[in-house]
């Protein structure tokens, strides 16, 4: 039963550094916060905050160095790398900035690749609610078309439904917006907006941008490793002014010394730009 309060993932204490001596880094820095089931919340933090950090950690694709990691009530802090790839595979989902569309399948095995990964067929209610979900997007007249052929909005498209598909936990966005043009990027935060209103998806979503932000019904501000704030529904200008602020407070200043030189993406975490990985799930396995 979900309470208002009740979180669908959280970190207690979460500490992630990176290397040792004077390349210590440490990326996440005694995080305690929650993502809030039912709801959109965006992770905001200026570039090497620990946003991406904390998402991978949350997700079980990366691991904490202290404190604890809890997927619902189940504590992921601790688990093997088999235990987190069937977790994954049942209870997360995931939209990457680059698509990660498979490119050789059609639009169709794309969404259902996360069944077919998982060695099931959807059930007919299932397939019920992907069909669904396909005519909310406008894709009923896509789906045997390949990556190639569609449009970056349309492929986010694909991505969205395709990590809705299994009816997650809890859905993690990284950057969802940044390879699109500001229009198609506002289309596809208002779907993920509207599958948190309408359905009661629960919506992590990691950005730098305050548009984006904007949608999400709770914003959690990072700066250097840490939680700085944690604000309900704020409009762009406000998460604007709000960043401006932290930056004259000197928390977060881009390429502060403390930061590593590793500003890492996906791919370095060996999930394949390419999109033969889109869930991250054989890359953690
Ligand atoms: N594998 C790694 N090795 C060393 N340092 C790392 C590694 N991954 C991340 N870091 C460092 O940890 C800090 C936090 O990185 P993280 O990628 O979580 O930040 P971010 O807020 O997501 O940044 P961006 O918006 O640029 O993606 C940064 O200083 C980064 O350089």
Do not use: C
Not at 22 to 33: E, K, P
Not at 141 to 161: F, N, Y
Request: net charge negative; proline share 5%; no cysteine.
């Amino acid at each position: 039963m979900d309470t208002p309060d009740s979180m669908v993932a959280r970190v207690d204490g979460a500490t992630k550094t990176y290397g040792s001596g004077s390349n210590r880094v440490i990326a996440l820095d005694d995080v305690t916060v929650g993502i809030p089931a039912g709801r959109f919340t965006a992770i905001m933090g200026p570039s090497g905050s620990g946003k991406s950090t904390l998402m991978h950690v949350m997700a079980g694709l990366d691991t904490v160095t202290g404190g604890r990691v809890f997927l619902g009530d189940t504590e992921i802090s601790g688990m093997g790398d088999a235990e987190l790839t069937v977790l994954r595979r049942r209870r997360v989902g995931f939209v990457f900035q680059s698509f990660n569309l498979v490119p050789t399948l059609d639009v169709r095995a794309n969404i259902l690749l996360p069944f077919e990964i998982d060695g099931r067929r959807p059930t007919l209610p299932q397939r019920e609610w992907i069909d669904g979900l396909i005519d909310l997007l406008g894709l009923g007249d896509r789906l045997t078309h390949r990556p190639h052929e569609l449009s970056g909005g349309q492929q986010q498209r694909v991505a969205i439904v395709r990590a809705l598909a299994t009816r997650p936990d809890l859905v993690f966005a990284d950057e969802p917006t940044g390879n699109l043009d500001s229009r198609t990027g506002r289309e596809v935060l208002g779907v993920l907006q509207e599958a948190s209103r309408s359905y009661g998806q629960s919506i992590a979503m990691v950005t730098h941008d305050p548009v984006a932000a904007s949608y999400a019904d709770r914003i959690v501000f990072l700066a250097d490793g840490r939680v700085v704030a944690e604000r309900e529904r704020s409009s762009a200008e406000e998460v604007s002014a709000f960043m401006l602020g932290m930056e004259a407070h000197g928390m977060g200043s881009p390429g502060g010394e403390s930061r590593g030189p590793d500003p890492r993406g996906l791919e370095s975490q060996g999930i394949d730009s390419q999109g033969m990985d889109p869930q991250g799930l054989e890359a953690h396995a």
